[in-house]
């Protein structure tokens, strides 16, 4: 079999079938493993995608193995919920070239314990994305700098260009091409667990 004690496992130097029974292996656990993946982030609607599991796996080892995979070191819900979102309600992935907003409507901001933050990754790359006003993400503790609409809900503007200096402090720049972003709830209420709160949709605009 090619195993010995204190040695390294070397899979070139077993029997050809050993080695393709270890490769074919391989990638049907990477397979089940990337199926467990999409299964465990539906919830959240066709345009947002989150898992009220994580952390919570039982003898669920498959499930375990999927989140440690993409995610490792998520936290529990009851501790924090990661809404992430690759398209707008249109069914269109996200690109610069487009402008969207997200909009709350009064008294139904993200129901958290903690704080809540709304996060922009450039696509591939899924970094920050570099922007004139260095701004990478909107969150909580910056809602007495936003501009509430005139019925007290509150606007986001999401776009690679200004929407204007009106509408700046709203603004959350995003790049020239693909992005994605992600809701971050931190200590979610109830509400924000059992689905009677949904984060509103990311809609695009003229």
Same mark, same amino acid.
Request: glycine share 10%; proline share 10%; aromatic share 10%.
């Given at each position: 079999?090619?195993?010995?004690?204190?040695?390294? *496992?070397?899979?070139?130097?077993?029997?050809?079938?050993?080695?393709?029974? *270890?490769?074919?292996?391989?990638?049907?656990?990477?397979?089940?493993?990337?199926?467990?993946?999409?299964?465990?982030?539906?919830?959240?609607?066709?345009?947002?995608?989150?898992?009220?599991?994580?952390?919570?796996?039982?003898?669920?080892?498959?499930?375990?193995?999927?989140?440690?995979?993409?995610?490792?070191?998520?936290?529990?819900?009851?501790?924090?919920?990661?809404?992430?979102?690759?398209?707008?309600?249109?069914?269109?992935?996200?690109?610069?070239?487009?402008?969207?907003?997200?909009?709350?409507?009064?008294?139904?901001?993200?129901?958290?314990?903690?704080?809540?933050?709304?996060?922009?990754?450039?696509?591939?790359?899924?970094?920050?994305?570099?922007?004139?006003?260095?701004?990478?993400?909107?969150?909580?503790?910056?809602?007495?700098?936003?501009?509430?609409?005139?019925?007290?809900?509150?606007?986001?503007?999401?776009?690679?260009?200004?929407?204007?200096?009106?509408?700046?402090?709203?603004?959350?720049?995003?790049?020239?091409?693909?992005?994605?972003?992600?809701?971050?709830?931190?200590?979610?209420?109830?509400?924000?667990?059992?689905?009677?709160?949904?984060?509103?949709?990311?809609?695009?605009?003229?």
């Amino acid at each position: 079999m090619g195993f010995k004690v204190g040695q390294n *496992f070397d899979l070139n130097v077993t029997p050809p079938q050993i080695k393709q029974a *270890f490769e074919r292996g391989s990638g049907d656990g990477k397979a089940l493993l990337a199926k467990a993946a999409r299964q465990a982030g539906g919830e959240g609607g066709k345009d947002w995608v989150y898992t009220t599991r994580s952390g919570v796996y039982g003898v669920d080892y498959v499930y375990r193995a999927a989140i440690a995979l993409c995610c490792l070191g998520e936290n529990l819900p009851q501790d924090a919920v990661y809404p992430t979102s690759l398209k707008a309600a249109d069914g269109h992935a996200y690109d610069g070239a487009n402008k969207y907003v997200m909009h709350f409507p009064k008294g139904k901001m993200p129901p958290v314990s903690g704080f809540w933050s709304l996060t922009m990754y450039e696509l591939p790359q899924s970094l920050l994305v570099a922007n004139e006003i260095n701004r990478y993400l909107i969150n909580s503790p910056m809602l007495p700098q936003l501009v509430k609409n005139a019925d007290g809900g509150l606007t986001l503007y999401v776009q690679n260009e200004s929407p204007g200096r009106d509408k700046e402090p709203n603004w959350l720049p995003a790049p020239k091409g693909p992005f994605a972003v992600a809701l971050r709830l931190y200590w979610p209420k109830p509400e924000a667990l059992d689905g009677k709160w949904r984060q509103p949709p990311m809609t695009t605009t003229p």
